[in-house]
C-alpha cells in the first residue's frame, strides 16, 4: 500500500505543470479468465462488464484514477469418471490509477497509451456447480483484496473516450482447494481484457 501511495505522488507531481482536468462516466465490457496450476483442470473465458467513473489530470502526459464496479470471472472443468463443472462469478470495487500519454494531441482526436496498478476489493461471490458432481472452490478460497497491473491503448474523439486494456493478476486470487481429500495449491490468477466507453466532462 505504501508502494501505491508512492506511485500516486509522483504521478501528481508529472501532471501538476499542466494541471487540466477532465472527467466523467464510462462503462465497458470484460473478458476474464481465472487461470489454475493443474494440468487436469480446464478453464475458458467469462464475459462480464463494468461501470463508474473516471478523472483525468493534465494535457499530454495524465494521470488518470477511475473508480467502477466489475462483474467477471471464469470456468472451470474437470472432463473425467468424477467430471465437475463451476461457474464462478465476482463482483469488485476496482481502483485502477494510470499514467498515460498522448501521442497525437489535438482539439477533437487523442491517440493515448496508458499503464498502472490496479487494486480490487471483491464485494460478491457466487459459484454454480453447473453439473450434479459438487467443485472444489468455495467463496471462501477466494481473496477479498487483488493487486493488478493494467496496459493498454485509447482514443479520444470529440468528448467520447474509449480504451482498450489487459489486466494482470499480481497475487493468487484463489490460493488452496480442498481437492480429492486434500489440500491442493490451486494458484489461480485473474487476468482480463476490457474494453470501455467514457464521456469527458
Known sequence: MKKFSLFIVFALSITMMSAQIKF????GFNASKLTTSLDSIKTQFKAGFQFGAFVRVGNRVYLQPELYYTSE???FTKDSADSWKQSITLGSLDIPVLIGFKIINTDFVNLRILAGPAVSFIINKKITDL???????QKANISNANWYIQAGAGVDLWMFTLDIRYQVGLNKIIKEVSYDGKNVNFNTS???WIISLGLKI
Open 73 to 75: 470471472g471464469g470456468v
Open 190 to 192: 485473474n487476468d482480463v
Open 24 to 27: 466523467g462516466p464510462k462503462i
Open 131 to 137: 453439473n450434479s458432481v459438487a467443485g472444489p472452490v
